[in-house]
C-alpha cells in the first residue's frame, strides 16, 4: 500500500521568507500523480500544486514551486515570498494513475505559521 | 458553480444517536469520495462510489457506517449508533472522471465537523 509521510508536523516563517515542507512517499508504481493541498481554518481543501511522476520538471505555480525527486520518492513544497494568507495546514497526497483509481492518500499535515 | 455542497456543517450529537451526513456533488461530475479527518489519523477515504455505484469501501471503519448514492447529485454516509471516537471532520469531494488515468482534480466540499457527546 502507498504511504506518504511528512515529518515536519510544525513549521514557521517570516513574512516575505521563503520556506520548504518536506514530503516523502512510498510506492511500488511508475506511474502517479503528487499533490499538495492547503487547507486555511475554513477547512476548506485548496489544491496548490501537482506533478505528474513521468514529468521531470518540477512544476510551478506562482510563488509556489516543487522538489520533485522521484528515485528519491521526495517531493517538497517551496513557498517563496511567504505572505499571511499562507499560514495554514499543508497536506501532501498521492494519487496512483494505474487501474483507474482517483482515491488520494495523504499524509499527515503540516502546520504552517507565518509571522508578521 | 456552487462546488460540493455538504449539510450540515456541525453536528453535535449523543452516543447511541443516528448521524446523516449529506453531499451534493458538482453537477456533471460522476465519482464521489468520503474522507474523515481526525488529528490522530489524518486524512482517509472511506468510500467512492463512480456513477453511483459503491467501487472501494475498504476505509469504512465498521459495520456502524454505510454510505448511499442514490443519484448522481446526492449522497449520505450514516452513522448508526454514533460513538465519541467518531468526532471528526468529514469531507466530500467529487470528481468528473475521464479517460482511465487521466489527470481529473478531486473538489472538495467544506467538510462536516461531528462531536459525538
Known amino acids: 500500500a502507498q504511504t506518504v509521510t511528512q515529518s515536519q508536523p510544525e513549521m514557521s516563517v517570516q513574512e516575505a521568507e521563503t520556506v520548504t515542507l518536506s514530503c516523502t512517499y512510498d510506492?511500488?508504481?511508475?506511474?502517479?500523480?503528487l499533490f499538495w493541498y492547503k487547507q486555511p481554518p475554513s477547512r476548506q481543501m485548496i489544491l496548490v500544486i501537482r506533478?505528474?511522476?513521468?514529468?521531470?520538471q518540477n512544476a510551478t505555480e506562482n510563488r509556489f514551486s516543487v522538489n520533485f525527486q522521484k528515485a528519491a520518492k521526495s517531493f517538497s513544497l517551496k513557498i517563496s515570498d511567504s505572505q499571511l494568507g499562507d499560514a495554514a495546514m499543508y497536506f501532501c497526497?498521492?494519487?496512483?494513475?494505474?487501474?483507474?483509481?482517483?482515491?488520494?492518500?495523504f499524509g499527515k499535515g503540516t502546520k504552517l505559521t507565518v509571522n508578521p | 458553480d456552487a462546488g460540493v455542497i455538504q449539510s450540515p456543517r456541525h453536528e453535535v450529537t449523543e452516543m447511541g444517536q443516528e448521524v446523516t451526513l449529506r453531499c451534493k456533488p458538482i453537477?456533471?461530475?460522476?465519482?464521489l469520495f468520503w474522507y474523515r479527518q481526525t488529528m490522530m489519523r489524518g486524512l482517509e477515504l472511506l468510500i467512492y462510489?463512480?456513477?453511483?455505484?459503491?467501487?472501494?469501501d475498504s476505509g469504512m471503519p465498521e459495520d456502524r457506517f454505510s454510505a448511499k448514492m442514490p443519484n448522481a447529485s446526492f449522497s449520505t454516509l450514516k452513522i448508526q449508533p454514533s460513538e465519541p471516537r467518531d468526532s471528526a471532520v468529514y469531507f466530500c469531494?467529487?470528481?468528473?472522471?475521464?479517460?482511465?488515468?487521466?489527470?481529473?482534480?478531486?473538489?472538495f466540499g467544506p467538510g462536516t465537523r461531528l462531536t459525538v457527546l
Open positions: 497526497a498521492y494519487r496512483r494513475t494505474q487501474g483507474g483509481s482517483e482515491k488520494l492518500v
Open positions: 510506492t511500488s508504481e511508475s506511474d502517479y500523480y
Open positions: 506533478q505528474e511522476a513521468y514529468k521531470q
Open positions: 453537477s456533471g461530475h460522476n465519482s
Open positions: 462510489f463512480n456513477n453511483n455505484v459503491p467501487i472501494d
Open positions: 469531494a467529487s470528481i468528473n472522471k475521464g479517460f482511465v488515468s487521466s489527470y481529473n482534480e478531486q473538489f
